[in-house]
């Protein structure tokens, strides 16, 4: 069955190209992906697949029964865009001004829309049921998939599978690791509170520049000095705002950063340590503050078993020819809440251009489309395989 799933999918290639570069013309920001969301759902109904709409917030989730026992396998996919402009000069590009695909979700979208097509055809022979999860708003906190779950759409599922199209992976690769494989990302936000004035006169205020600057420089020291060297973590300072002119002394100051984390204890220390920085630094500069603080998504930790399940069947693709240990990655994803309640995997597909690849969240971003057929494959082989471990466990 597998290789005449593998046959279908080589034959809707060109419909995941289609669907893909159609999203890609038109997207949608976190939280406001409504024509994305009609378009998923439209989809299944013209294939007769029952699908839910507004699950959580813009969520879309189809179900489809096979006609034989099995378990409930989920796949998800998400769909919104990110505020940047698109500079690639292609024919599909971005036609919404300053909001683009600049992550894959479109591709993400395109591959399990056109799996859910194929599957349909072998309805008759399918084990179990399968659980298409199309997720709104992956790349803003608090994300889609925190509502998802506590919809209680997802509650009587078995596992749950994701896949990530890796513009720095070369085409052909599978990654993925174990256990921990993205990490946690908080977001804090800093307001100095200053006594702004003339330039001339620096000892008649309270500068919030260079209190601010101070606190970047100190803050730089939380990993260095106060985590030990054998984990994880990354304190950075991504906006330092201050000042309104060349011989004004600044007010205030606002300064906004993230906390990437692996382990529970290490962000705890490094949230507390931000905090007796910044209080520290102000107390000795007679300056006040607030700090607003957002626990973002946990890390994403792989469950090993559906782990070494990806493993297996991504050997078996045609067009993998390496299937490797991922390094630990410090981007964030929020999939693991979907990890934190049920077992499964998530995994990264190569989908770099060669002689043209950007990173994601680049102007420039773009996939080798041929990792969308790929990923689907990969998604077929842990179908199946895991159909049949579970049969083979039951009897």
């Known amino acids: 069955m597998l290789g005449q799933l593998f046959r279908a999918l080589d034959k809707h290639y060109d419909e995941m190209v289609e669907i893909r570069r159609h999203l890609h013309q038109y997207p949608e920001l976190s939280f406001q992906e409504v024509k994305t969301a009609k378009f998923i759902a439209q989809y299944y109904e013209r294939l007769g697949i029952p699908v839910q709409t507004n699950v959580g917030g813009n969520g879309v989730i189809a179900t489809l029964e096979g006609k034989r026992p099995g378990k409930t396998v989920a796949f998800r996919a998400d769909f919104d865009a990110l505020p940047i402009q698109d500079e690639k000069d292609v024919p599909y590009k971005s036609k919404v001004p300053g909001v683009m695909h600049a992550c894959g979700h479109d591709a993400h979208t395109a591959t399990l829309l056109v799996f859910a097509k194929v599957l349909q055809q072998f309805q008759d022979e399918l084990p179990g049921t399968v659980v298409f999860v199309h997720q709104h708003a992956e790349e803003l906190t608090p994300g889609g998939a925190i509502s998802i779950v506590q919809s209680g759409a997802l509650d009587h599922i078995d596992v749950i599978f994701g896949n990530h199209l890796w513009s720095t992976l070369p085409l052909g690769t599978v990654s993925l690791r174990h256990d921990a494989l993205m990490a946690g990302a908080d977001r804090f936000q800093i307001t100095i509170y200053g006594e702004g004035g003339h330039g001339a006169y620096p000892e008649d205020t309270k500068d919030a520049l260079v209190i601010g600057a101070e606190i970047v420089a100190k803050l730089q020291t939380i990993v260095s000095r106060k985590i030990s060297p054998v984990d994880t973590g990354v304190v950075t300072v991504g906006r330092f705002q201050a000042g309104t002119g060349f011989n004004i002394i600044a007010n205030e100051a606002v300064l906004e950063g993230t906390i990437r984390y692996f382990k ?27 700090i607003d603080y957002t626990d973002g998504y946990p890390p994403v930790i792989n469950h090993k078993d559906e782990a070494e399940l990806i493993f297996e069947a991504a050997k078996i693709v045609p067009g993998v020819n390496s299937v490797l240990e991922a390094p630990l990655q410090m981007g964030a994803e929020d999939f693991s809440y979907y990890l934190h309640d049920k077992p499964g995997a998530f995994f990264f597909t190569g989908a770099g251009k060669e002689g043209e690849n950007h990173p994601h969240h680049h102007p420039l971003f773009d996939i080798d489309e041929r990792s969308m057929l790929i990923a689907a494959k990969t998604f077929a082989a842990a179908f199946i395989k895991y159909q049949e471990k579970e049969k083979t466990s039951r009897t």
């Open 264 to 290: 529970n204890a290490v962000k705890k220390k490094m949230k507390e340590e931000l905090y007796r920085i910044v209080k520290g630094v102000c107390l000795a500069n007679d300056a006040t503050y607030k």
